[in-house]
């Protein structure tokens, strides 16, 4: 059974940093695609940022710069690290994984939620002014 486990969620002011990190236990496919997505009240959820098993990562262009993702695949997690943090950050953060189904030339599909087949339960991020 796949569980995703995030952790790291806080409150900080703006021009912070924050590590999310996410324990993906019983994730064992050597094809994958693991993803940070975020959702705040009102608002879709949005991918930002994604880490390939062939160690390709995408950012989305809003934390360019800010944020970066990586893993660490002995111990089965995956991190996201957030820094100069602004208050349009604060939301929901969901750590999700693929199912391997989608084609090696492509392991994160469209980066869509539709694509990952696990999710962890979130993780709050608040930033204040």
């Known amino acids: 059974q796949v569980m995703l486990a995030e952790s790291g969620g806080d409150s900080v002011q703006a021009g912070g940093s924050l590590r999310l990190s996410c324990v993906a236990s019983?994730?064992?496919?050597?094809?994958?695609?693991l993803a940070w997505f975020r959702q705040s009240p009102g608002k879709d959820r949005e991918g930002v940022a994604y880490i390939e098993s062939n160690g390709r990562t995408r950012i989305v262009d809003s934390v360019k710069g800010r944020f970066t993702i990586s893993e660490d695949s002995a111990a089965n997690t995956f991190y996201l690290q957030m820094n100069s943090l602004k208050p349009e950050d604060s939301a929901m953060y969901y750590c999700a994984a693929t199912l391997p189904t989608l084609p090696p030339d492509n392991l994160c599909g469209g980066g869509y939620q539709r694509d990952f087949g696990y999710w962890g339960r979130g993780t709050q991020v608040s930033v204040s002014a």
């Open positions: 019983g994730y064992t496919y050597s094809r994958y695609c």
